[in-house]
């Protein structure tokens, strides 16, 4: 079964960016969706945004419209989440997961902003 | 936008049925909500465990079942086993490729 491979854990300064990639581990994401969830210290799981790889098509939750961006590279196997002007409360795991169904979860990226 | 609302916590006997809810502030929760809904424990991913209302993902015992009850979607977990204990969410489609998930219900099992 297709596993999904995240990369690693970042650190970053307010105002600055970070990208996280997520790799199918067999193969391309074909015609699936790449969705993003984060989720903060000791609450929920959020909805960021998803990316269908194959036609480059994204759409993003309205709260992080203005500072997300959702890509892939060509050989669709890769998809990266870019989030940019980070802030304190953007301190979360990062989730890739794969999908309508969300089936499968990345393991996650932890990004600590401080 | 719409918020998803589940309960807090819930608790449930070893053995016992428990069926946890996934609402709209406003509105029925409807088949074209494709509701899903996923395990996490502490320090791990979120499972999948039901989508598309009541689909089962691969792997998932089948006393997990979704379903619509009343205006809300529904998870039922029957013969409750102690590592059922996690936090539950649920997450509902809004349209326009738009997802948004409830806030999640921590099940004790005691």
């Known amino acids: 079964q297709v596993q999904l491979v995240q990369s690693g854990a970042e650190m970053k300064k307010p105002g600055s960016s970070v990208k996280v990639s997520c790799k199918a581990s067999?193969?391309?994401?074909?015609?699936?969706?790449v969705n993003w969830v984060r989720q903060a210290p000791g609450q929920g799981l959020e909805w960021m945004g998803r990316l269908i790889p194959s036609l480059g098509l994204a759409n993003y939750a309205q709260m992080f419209q203005d500072r997300v961006t959702l890509t892939a590279d060509r050989s669709t196997t890769t998809a990266y989440m870019e989030l940019r002007s980070l802030r304190s409360e953007d301190t979360a795991v990062y989730y890739c997961?794969?999908?309508?169904?969300?089936?499968?979860w990345g393991p996650g990226t932890v990004v600590a902003v401080s | 936008q719409a918020v998803v609302t589940q309960e807090p916590s819930f608790s449930v006997s070893p053995g016992g049925t428990v069926t946890l809810s996934c609402g709209l502030s406003?509105?029925?929760?409807?088949?074209?909500?494709?509701a899903g809904w996923y395990q996490q424990t502490p320090g791990q991913a979120p499972r999948t465990l039901i989508y598309s209302t009541n689909i089962r993902s691969s792997g998932v015992p089948d006393r997990f079942s979704g379903s619509i009850l009343g205006n809300k979607a529904a998870l039922t977990i029957t013969g409750a086993q102690a590592d059922d204990e996690a936090h539950y969410y649920c997450?509902?489609?809004?349209?326009?490729?738009?997802?948004?998930f409830g806030g999640g219900t921590k099940l004790t099992v005691l």
């Open positions: 997450v509902l489609s809004m349209g326009g490729d738009n997802w948004v």
């Open positions: 406003s509105g029925s929760v409807s088949t074209s909500h494709y």
């Open positions: 067999r193969g391309t994401f074909s015609s699936y969706a």
């Open positions: 997961t794969r999908g309508e169904a969300f089936d499968i």
